[in-house]
Nanobody, 117 residues
Framework: QVQLVESGGGLVQAGGSLRLSCATS????????MGWYRQPPGKQRELVAN???????NYADSAKGRFTITTDNAKQAIYLQMNNLKPEDTAVYYC???????????WGQGTQVTVSS
């Protein structure tokens, strides 16, 4: 049973920083894609950043220059360093992982990030 567990969310003032972590367990294979999505209040879930096993990294325009996604390949863990946070970054942040041939991606339970102005 694959499980993803996020941590590191919280309340921060605008301009501050947070580092989100996502730990995985139960996987005996390498994921093809891992990344972060977020869902702001009243809005749809959206991509923040992800990377693929071939080394490709993607960032949403809103994340470029402020957020950095990194990985610990040995642990199949991923991280999201978020700097210069803005109130519009307020959302539930979800970790996701995908493996070709295994159907839908796996999701964590989410971690709340709240940025006050």
């Amino acid at each position: 049973q694959v499980q993803l567990v996020e941590s590191g969310g919280g309340l921060v003032q605008a301009g501050g920083s947070l580092r989100l972590s996502c730990a995985t367990s139960g996987s005996i294979f390498r994921f093809n894609t891992m990344g972060w999505y977020r869902q702001p209040p009243g809005k749809q879930r959206e991509l923040v950043a992800n990377f693929t096993s071939d080394g490709t990294v993607n960032y949403a325009d809103s994340a470029k220059g402020r957020f950095t996604i990194t990985t610990d390949n040995a642990k199949q863990a991923i991280y999201l360093q978020m700097n210069n946070l803005k109130p519009e970054d307020t959302a539930v942040y979800y970790c996701t992982a995908f493996r070709v041939g295994f159907g839908n991606p796996w999701w964590g339970q989410g971690t709340q990030v709240t940025v006050s102005s």
